[in-house]
Every structure is written in C-alpha cells, then in structure tokens.
C-alpha cells in the first residue's frame, strides 16, 4: 500500500493510504473520510475492494482517509486545524495549517485522474444520494449524471452553486477539480447507524457496477436506469430542545405539514415543526437533541 507523506507532528507520521487497482483508461480518484466523521464510507470501500476482479480496464486510486486526525476524534474538524477540510479550494497562498498541506496534496492527485467520486455520508436519516456538481460543458455532465444513474441511488441532488444554500459548494474539492476540467462527482450515504450489511452489499454492488461499466457509458451504451433529481431545501431548527420526527423518510410532504415536534427541555412542552417546503423528505432528523440553527430536515424539490 502506498502513502502520500502529509508531515511530522512530533514522534508521529502523517500519511494518507492509498489503495491502487487496475491498469489503463481512464483513471479513477475516489476519495473517502474528508470529514473525519463520516463512516459509511469504509464499510462500502472494504467490501468493494473484494468484490472487484482482478483485472479491470481502467486506474483506481482509492483514499480510503483522507482525514485522518479528525477520523482519530471522529469529528469534522481535529484540534490542530478546526478548519473545513472540504471547503475554500484553492487554498490561499501563505495559508496556514495542517489542512493546507492536505488540501494541496488532494488537489494535486486528483488533477492526474480523470475522474474524481467523493464519498461522504449524511448525519441525518436520509436517502442515498448522488451529487450533481457541474461540470466545465453540458457533455461532462450528461456523463456525470450518467455515472451517478449507473451507481442506482435513490435519488440525485444537483448542486446549484446560483441557489444561496449551495453557494459554500464552491469551494468544495469536487467543485474545483471539475473547474479544471475533471469530471467529479458526490455521493452521500446514510449514516453508518441506519444501514445494516445487506444495505452496505447493494451499495457496493452498485459501486462495482459503475466501475466495470465506465468505457461503455462514455460510448452512450451504458445500462442505467433514469434517477430522479432535486435541488434541496433545509428546514433549518428555530429553537433548542429534544426532536421526535412524526414523517417518514422518501415520503412526500406539502408546505404546512407537521415534520416533527421539538421538546423544550425547561418546560417540557412540544412545539411543532412545520415544513415551509413541499417535494420529498429525503433526510430527517431522528430522536435526538438539537440546537437553534442546526438542520432538522432536507426536503427535495424534483426539477
């Protein structure tokens, strides 16, 4: 297994692992943990590997961590560099931080493949979910919707970066990879907590799948089922206190319905939540404590 060297923090070594498949065209970057606590991730990679057969057309570089010190306190951000590993590319010049480094590293592998797939996993109860992000023309991104129909999620967001909720896209190492003319894609699971092993083999399956059939999807003979798309709308929580969602996931909600109540933890009484969105709920918070301002739901707009 190869490595690519970060730095030294005192008696310890910073590497990101790297797992290399396959030979030929085109070459493939997925990347895996940019935010250290996301799971799902390695459980969908650990069986791929697997199931993969020895001999495949095309170059995969796999990054099974490409976050290792916040996967160490299974967060976000790590103590040396609190700082979004997967926001403002291109770093600055002069920027400071550990995340610097790793940001320029990352940049600098993917710009050698030709085509970058992100894998993150939701926090929330959600569906699977592809990450439309646009491309440089409208013929890398029939063939990015293409790859993300072919992995068979649920559902496909596209990432609008004129819509204010996704303007911090932007500076997303996908969004600037296919700047630079890569096709790059996102793929958003479940949390770890809500899937279970059969889950874990479909979506390795369907991992496999693309792999296998990227040469003929480029030649517009790939199999592939058309998978609807929504540009998203976050319910985002108005006060603090204790969630009990009452809607089911991938059900269809119209503005007005109740999503949920939140407890006040002082007086103990429930309040309402109430959509101000109709499409499909496509994530939604579980029995847990929420703060003002955190996300509560995610309700998808087909488009």
Known sequence: MKKINITQLGTLDLNLPLIELGEGNPKILIINNLHG???TGFYVLQRLVRILPKEIKCKITIISSANPLALLQKNRYTFIDPTDLNRNYPPLEKERGINVTI???????GLKHDIIMDIHNFIRPS???GVLIKQTNSKKDDLAYKYLATLNTDIIIKMDSDNNEEKRVNGSLTSYLASKG??????????????????????AGNFKNLLLLIP????????YKRIPIFKRQQIINQKTGLFIPVKK????VK????LGYIIDVNNLNKNKIV???????????DNNFFLYGDKIATIGKKI
């Open 255 to 258: 503005k007005g319905d109740t």
């Open 216 to 223: 003929s999807i480029k030649n517009d003979k790939g199999n």
């Open 127 to 129: 569906l699977s979910t």
């Open 275 to 285: 959509s101000t969105y109709t499409g499909k709920l496509i994530e939604i918070a």
């Open 182 to 203: 890569k096709i790059a894609l996102g793929i958003e699971y479940p949390p770890i907590n809500y899937v279970n092993n059969s889950t874990i083999e479909e979506y």
């Open 37 to 39: 606590n996301e799971i």
């Open 103 to 109: 940001k320029e590293k990352l940049i600098n592998l």
């Open 249 to 252: 996931l991938n059900g269809d």
